[in-house]
């Protein structure tokens, strides 16, 4: 089984009018779309507005998806390509071309500032997010916490985490979830009560 | 929120439940608020395990698309009215050439029927006056000169004032040449034209001078 099965379902839904399901697709891969475009934007900013025009054009052409590629291979293309287009418009902008030509010392600035000009707000997110995962993390059985490290940060099946492991595929499912609520419990318990409780709960 | 109804969810995310079950949970994953923020959370928990940059919990991109799209007309209904726009043109196009193969020839019909008439009618105004201009030759009246049937043909003087125009073009052994070759076939096509050529020239030399 892969991720094509439920993805299909979602895309299905939408095809047929279920706007709903688009969201939950956006939900599942904004962030790996993000850190794709990344590769030819280094500006996060940039790097969203394309990938949320990579979505749409995607929305728009979902009609035409016949599902014979997995969704997300589909949808790579479409920001890659989106990636690519808006590199080469932003390289012909005669904004940059004066900046280069003018101070090439600045420019270098900029390129260095837009390497990482995300906001202050973002970073702290960012770094809160990720210290209350690590902690919850943590905090997890062992079993759990490589169940769900094997399936997230290196992609295994249940198939292939059951061989890993030596354990039912129902039993890697059941951890997994009991990973993810577990993790997803702190993260509410931070979040809902405002930043910087990570560090008090943690 | 049920417990077994959550682990569906997961084991969603990752593409490991059934298909049937998968239908019926992406129908009310699409309409079940919580259930999606769920779903958003379990993503966020990846993109944070594997360092992704940018990871934000309600990030702005989704709530971005989902304004643009919520805008957006249904594909649902875009995608059956492109379908029978489709279907519609199946059978429109071939109508629609056929239609404008039958409105051609009509009026390729109707052009070529003026035309005639419009033969008819020169011949008669080119008989007419010179019956009117014998009649009437002392009234001073004049006749308009019938079109001549070579005026579509570039005179050979014409020709050689163009190229005499542009000589600076052209050396003056191909100039010569050319001239020359010009005022012969004006000599020969003037020699060889028929009777009724003839007779033409006649009946513009008649309407030239009307008073003689």
Not at chain 1, 73 to 89: D, E, F, H, P
Request: charged content about 30%; proline content about 4%; hydrophobic content about 40%.
């Amino acid at each position: 089984m892969s991720a094509d099965v439920s993805d299909l379902s979602l895309v299905r839904r939408v095809q047929r009018g279920d706007k709903g399901a688009f969201d939950a697709l956006v939900l599942k891969y904004q962030h790996k779309l993000v850190k794709l475009v990344m590769r030819y934007v280094r500006n996060p900013a940039e790097a969203e507005d394309i990938a949320q025009e990579a979505f749409i054009k995607a929305y728009r052409a979902l009609p035409q998806f016949r599902g014979d590629s997995a969704f997300y291979t589909w949808l790579y293309r479409i920001a890659i390509n989106s990636a690519k287009n808006a590199v080469v418009s932003r390289d012909r902008s005669p904004i940059d071309y004066e900046l280069d030509r003018h101070n090439p010392d600045e420019s270098y600035d900029m390129q260095g500032r837009m390497k990482d000009s995300e906001t202050p707000e973002g970073l702290v997110m960012t770094d809160e997010i990720r210290s209350t995962v690590n902690a919850a993390i943590e905090a997890l059985p062992e079993d759990l916490r490589t169940a769900i490290v094997l399936r997230e940060l290196e992609g295994l099946s249940y198939e292939e985490i059951a061989a890993a492991m030596d354990c039912p595929v129902g039993t890697v499912r059941s951890r997994i979830f009991r990973a993810r609520e577990a993790i997803d419990r702190r993260l509410r318990e931070v979040f809902e009560g405002g930043l910087g409780r990570a560090e008090e709960l943690g | 929120m049920n417990e077994e109804l959550d682990s569906q969810l997961s084991a969603m995310f990752d593409g490991e439940l059934p298909q049937s079950e998968c239908e019926l949970l992406a129908r009310r994953l699409s309409r079940d608020e919580q259930l999606k923020a769920r779903w958003g959370r379990y993503a966020v928990i990846g993109a944070s395990i594997r360092s992704e940059r940018g990871v934000r919990l309600n990030a702005d991109l989704a709530l971005r698309v989902n304004a643009v799209i919520a805008n957006e007309p249904n594909i649902a209904v875009r995608h059956v009215e492109r379908k029978a726009t489709r279907g519609t043109a199946r059978w429109v196009r071939p109508v629609a050439g056929v239609g404008v193969a039958a409105g051609v020839a009509a009026l390729s019909i109707l052009w070529m029927r003026s035309q005639a008439l419009n033969d008819e009618v020169v011949t008669a105004a080119v008989a007419t006056p010179a019956v009117e201009n014998t009649s009437a030759e002392s009234d001073n009246s004049y006749v308009v000169p019938r079109p001549s049937p070579r005026s579509s043909r570039v005179p050979a003087t014409q020709l050689a004032n163009y190229v005499v125009a542009h000589s600076e073009f052209s050396s003056p052994v191909a100039r010569r040449n050319l001239l020359s070759a010009f005022m012969t076939g004006e000599t020969g096509t003037t020699g060889t034209s028929n009777g009724s050529e003839e007779g033409s020239e006649d009946l513009n030399d008649d309407a030239k001078n009307p008073a003689q």
